[in-house]
C-alpha cells in the first residue's frame, strides 16, 4: 500500500535540475510533499488536491496525476539548502490511515 | 503556540521494560497519528486516532497501545520494550488530513538496549 517513490537517491551540483516520482497503486484524492533534514521531523512543502493540479513555491513545484496515482515534485536551480529526504505523503482512500511514501534522499554539492 | 508536543525527547529503555511516549496538541485537530522511524528509512504509521475515544491500527502496530482519552492528547505505550523498537517516534496531528497539512512533534529517540 505504502506510495513507491523514484529515484532512491540522487545527488546534484547547485544549479542542476531534479524530478522525484511518487507512484500509488492505490486511488489518490491528494498528495502532499514534505522534506526532511537529518536528526529533524519532517516539514511541510505543498499539498496537491485535485488531479492534474499543478503547484509552485519557490523552485519548487509539483504535479498531480488522479488517472495515473502519480505526483512528481519538481527542483529547479537546486541549493544546497534543497538536501534531505523527500517523502509524499497521502491518505488511504476510504479509511483515515495517513501514510508517507518510501523516500527519496536528495545531496546537493557545492 | 506549541503546536505538537513529544516527551520525552531521548530515552533508553532496558529490554522487557515498559514506557510510555506522550503526545500533546493545541490546535484542536480531531486526527492524530505516531509514526517510528527506523535508522535511513521512511515512516512507519504505528497507531492513529480520529477524534477522543476512537483508535485504530495503523501498519506496524504489533508491541504498542494507545488510547485517546481527550482532543489534545494521544499517548503511545511501549510494552516489553524489544530491541526491534530501537527507532524515532513521531507523533503528528491534522484538522484534516486528505486537505490539510499534517502537523509533526519534534520526535522521540529511543533505544532498547
Known amino acids: 500500500q505504502q506510495p513507491v517513490q523514484s529515484p532512491q537517491a540522487v545527488i546534484l551540483r547547485e544549479g542542476e535540475d531534479a524530478v522525484i516520482n511518487c507512484s500509488s497503486s492505490k486511488a489518490l484524492y491528494s498528495v502532499h510533499w514534505y522534506r526532511q533534514k537529518h536528526g529533524e521531523a519532517p516539514v511541510f512543502l505543498m499539498i496537491?488536491?485535485?488531479?492534474?493540479e499543478q503547484k509552485g513555491h519557490d523552485k519548487i513545484s509539483a504535479s498531480f496525476n488522479e488517472k495515473k496515482q502519480q505526483s512528481s515534485l519538481y527542483l529547479t536551480a537546486s541549493q544546497l539548502s534543497y538536501s534531505g529526504t523527500y517523502f509524499c505523503?497521502?491518505?488511504?482512500?476510504?479509511?483515515?490511515?495517513?501514510?508517507f511514501g518510501t523516500g527519496t534522499r536528495l545531496k546537493v554539492l557545492a | 503556540n506549541a503546536g505538537v508536543t513529544q516527551t520525552p525527547k531521548f530515552r533508553i529503555l532496558k529490554i522487557g521494560q515498559s514506557m510510555t511516549l506522550q503526545c500533546t496538541q493545541d490546535?484542536?485537530?480531531?486526527?492524530m497519528y505516531w509514526y517510528r522511524q527506523d535508522p535511513g528509512m521512511g515512516l512507519k504509521l504505528i497507531y492513529y486516532s480520529v477524534g477522543a475515544g476512537i483508535t485504530d491500527k495503523g501498519e506496524v502496530p504489533n508491541g504498542y497501545n494507545v488510547s485517546r482519552s481527550t482532543t489534545e492528547d494521544f499517548p503511545l505505550r511501549l510494552e516489553l520494550a524489544a530491541p526491534s523498537q530501537t527507532s524515532v517516534y513521531f507523533c503528528?496531528?491534522?484538522?484534516?488530513?486528505?486537505?490539510?497539512?499534517?502537523?509533526f512533534g519534534e520526535g522521540s529517540w529511543l533505544t532498547v538496549v
Open positions: 503528528a496531528s491534522s484538522f484534516q488530513p486528505s486537505v490539510n497539512t499534517i502537523y
Open positions: 505523503g497521502t491518505e488511504i482512500a476510504g479509511t483515515y490511515k495517513y501514510i
Open positions: 490546535m484542536n485537530h480531531n486526527y
Open positions: 496537491l488536491l485535485k488531479g492534474g
